[in-house]
């Protein structure tokens, strides 16, 4: 079974909207971390957004704004005032209980365009 | 900080011939991992290092791979021999494994394409 789940495999928004890329998860450890990156065309992956499954309160760091909804399994990332540079593949990416590093595992990822 | 370090950035070879893929961890970080990223099959964990022992290394396809840290500052991934469905984006990352999320810094990878 899919730990990881993105249902949009591309997406498009207009510049200076806000965009929601999907992600669902699948665990049953109480204890577990949700991750999101970014990989633009030149390949580097890039650090967005961190989400505890403790934390009271949704991530948010700068544009980027995490939907934590822990009943549903859902960790959506939203981007508020796009911009060109957003342009790039989105990935989820999950790590499961205290064992660092293990069961670390990442979503298919989201191609998100951004349009001028 | 340089951030991880992965050497070289572009392997071309040849089927049957021998790679070595390099990187150097960001300094005081003690977890290590090798991931390969395709078209088809997304990125995938291979192996995970922490304080140099390997830790998980289920995600190996077979006994043609094989990774080693003899130190806490550098890492190599070995193929031998390589076949052309070896052709992929190796990257490596790092994490301070501790109090906090763990977050993964990753290398800007190690494009290698088996001829």
């Known amino acids: 079974a899919q730990k990881i789940t993105q249902t949009q495999p591309g997406m498009f928004v207009q510049e200076k909207e806000a965009v929601t890329l999907d992600c669902t998860y699948d665990?049953?450890?109480?204890?577990?971390?949700l991750f999101w990156y970014k990989q633009p065309s030149s390949g580097e992956m890039i650090f967005l957004i961190y989400?505890?499954?403790?934390?009271?309160q949704n991530a948010t760091e700068g544009r980027y704004s995490l939907n934590f909804q822990k009943a549903r399994k859902s960790a959506n990332l939203v981007i508020s005032a796009s911009q060109l540079g957003d342009s790039a593949m989105y990935f989820c990416a999950m790590r499961e209980g205290d064992n660092y590093g293990q069961n670390f595992v990442f979503g298919p990822g989201t191609r998100l365009s951004v349009l001028p | 900080d340089a951030g991880v370090i992965q050497s070289p950035r572009h392997e071309v070879t040849e089927m049957g011939q021998e790679v070595t893929l390099r990187c150097k961890p960001i300094?005081?970080?003690?977890?290590l991992f090798w991931y390969r990223q395709t078209m088809m099959r997304g990125l995938e964990l291979l192996i995970y290092?922490?304080?140099?022992?390997?830790?998980?290394d289920s995600g190996m396809p077979e006994d043609r791979f094989s990774a080693k840290m003899p130190n806490a500052s550098f890492s190599t991934l070995k193929i031998q021999p390589s076949e052309p469905r070896d052709s992929a984006v190796y990257f490596c990352?790092?994490?301070?494994?501790?109090?906090?999320?763990?977050?993964?810094?990753f290398g800007p990878g190690t494009r290698l394409t088996v001829l």
């Open positions: 665990t049953s450890d109480p204890s577990y971390g």
């Open positions: 989400q505890g499954s403790y934390d009271q």
């Open positions: 290092f922490n304080n140099n022992v390997p830790i998980d």
């Open positions: 300094s005081g970080h003690n977890s």
């Open positions: 990352a790092s994490s301070f494994e501790g109090a906090g999320y763990n977050e993964q810094f």
